[in-house]
């Protein structure tokens, strides 16, 4: 079985500041890794994924992760956020051979200030 | 834009009523899911269903059912609906195959008296 750990619920930054949301995983088998953002009244929309091949994947919109093995961890970043990240950010794993039991972490909150 | 549609949005019900909480999408998609989420919890998986006349129970165990007679429709009943179940309930969709993002509704937001 696969689980997923967001150590923060919450990350406040001020705007144009870097920011690192933090996820780590726990499977015995090979993973897909997944962020998805929630903005506030809608549904959760994908922003990144990591399947195989190179362990740094971007969004479109300035994100990015890095999936480390051995650290078990899958952590995303912006160099610089804009108030409107403001958003619910969730990290998610499958078992690569099983993907219809997409496991969820708790979310993190990250909350832009000008 | 949403492909996928929840409805209601908002319901404020009484204990023991009935409920029903409709998905539609319009991709073409033939997996559905619905999740339930709490504040500050992980999103539990509590059904999914892999097409037409396919429903199975999620990791989550719940009181609620599901039905599956068109492809675009997938819609989450309650048969006497409890304090218990106040919660927010996410549909998605997805293509079958390894790679396939889920889709999600906006959610619907039950709340029981």
Not at chain 1, 18 to 28: A, G, H, I, Q, T
Not at chain 2, 47 to 56: D, F, I, K, Q
Not at chain 2, 66 to 74: A, Q
Not at chain 2, 82 to 102: D, E, I, K
Request: contains cysteine.
């Amino acid at each position: 079985a696969q689980s997923v750990t967001q150590l923060d619920s919450q990350v406040p930054v001020f705007e144009e500041a870097p920011v690192e949301l933090r996820c780590n995983y726990s499977s015995s088998v090979s993973v897909y890794l997944f962020w998805y953002v929630q903005y506030p009244n809608q549904g959760l929309q994908l922003l990144l994924k990591y399947l195989s091949g190179s362990t740094l994947v971007e969004s479109i919109n300035g994100f990015e992760a890095e999936f480390n093995k051995s650290q078990t961890s899958f952590h995303l970043r912006k160099p610089s956020v804009h108030i409107s990240d403001t958003a619910e950010y969730f990290c998610a794993v499958s078992a690569s051979y099983n993907t219809d039991k997409l496991i969820f972490g708790t979310g993190t909150r990250l909350q832009v200030f000008p | 834009e949403a492909d996928i549609y929840q409805t209601p949005r908002y319901l404020v019900i009484g204990t023991g009523k009935k409920i029903t909480l409709e998905c539609s999408q319009t991709m073409g998609h033939d997996k559905m899911y619905w999740y339930q989420q709490d504040p500050g919890m992980e999103l539990h998986l509590i059904h999914y269903s892999y097409g037409v006349n396919s429903t199975e129970k999620g990791d989550l165990s719940s009181e609620s059912t599901v039905s599956r007679i068109r492809t675009e429709h997938f819609p989450l009943t309650l048969e006497s609906a409890r304090p218990s179940h106040t919660s927010q309930y996410l549909c998605a969709s997805s293509w079958t195959g390894l790679n396939s993002p889920l889709h999600f509704g906006n959610g619907t937001r039950l709340t029981v008296t």
